[in-house]
């Protein structure tokens, strides 16, 4: 029974100096930084609407949604990054109808940023996903439409899917 609580004290001793040593060893190897940039239009006209910022990297453990934009088009993300990581990084920004450009992490160098510092981002920038329908095009389902406008718009959008373009118009 003795040779019992020893081999189990002697064995949880162990786990526990383990796992404090790889809890260490991981804080000294990750920087948090700050990192604050813009969401614009290509005119440089702030999003219509807040738009969400994501972070995707080449393994599916780095990625990660963040935060989301003011209605300035503002964001701050508190990040820990690890220099010795091999994963390759980019922010993008998300709004339903639009793309973005990328901003790839991999090109700022950690070793050149101290701890919670601030980094200001170049903007990331929200374009039409097609020169000139996408400006044209409503982005809301049937149910999300204006209370008293929703039976006009649900009967356009009936109309339009019957190819029916003066009735839609009349809407």
């Known amino acids: 029974m003795v040779l019992v609580r020893?081999?189990?004290?002697?064995?949880?001793?162990?786990?526990?100096?383990?796992?404090?040593?790889?809890?260490?060893?991981?804080?000294?190897?990750?920087?948090t930084i700050i990192f604050q940039g813009n969401v614009v239009m290509p005119d440089g006209s702030p999003?219509?609407?807040?738009?969400?910022?994501?972070?995707?990297?080449?393994?599916?453990?780095?990625?990660?949604p963040?935060?989301?934009?003011?209605?300035?088009?503002?964001y701050l993300w508190k990040m820990d990054l690890a220099p010795a990581d091999?994963?390759?990084?980019?922010?993008?920004a998300t709004l339903p109808g639009l793309i973005s450009t990328r901003l790839d992490l991999d090109s700022l160098k950690l070793s050149d940023y101290r701890q919670n510092k601030v980094v200001n981002l170049p903007d990331i920038v929200l374009s039409p996903r097609?020169?000139?329908?996408?400006?044209?095009?409503?982005?809301?389902?049937?149910?999300?439409?204006?209370?008293?406008a929703r039976p006009a718009y649900k009967?356009?959008?009936k109309a339009l899917d019957a190819n029916n373009d003066g009735e839609a118009v009349k809407q």
């Open 6 to 31: 020893t081999s189990l004290a002697a064995s949880l001793a162990v786990g526990l100096i383990s796992v404090a040593q790889v809890c260490l060893g991981q804080a000294a190897d990750y920087y």
């Open 47 to 64: 999003p219509p609407k807040t738009a969400g910022i994501e972070r995707v990297c080449s393994d599916i453990q780095g990625s990660a």
């Open 66 to 74: 963040g935060p989301i934009t003011d209605k300035k088009g503002h």
């Open 86 to 92: 091999t994963r390759s990084c980019y922010l993008s």
């Open 130 to 148: 097609d020169s000139g329908v996408a400006r044209e095009t409503v982005l809301i389902p049937d149910d999300e439409a204006p209370g008293k």
């Open 155 to 157: 009967a356009a959008s």
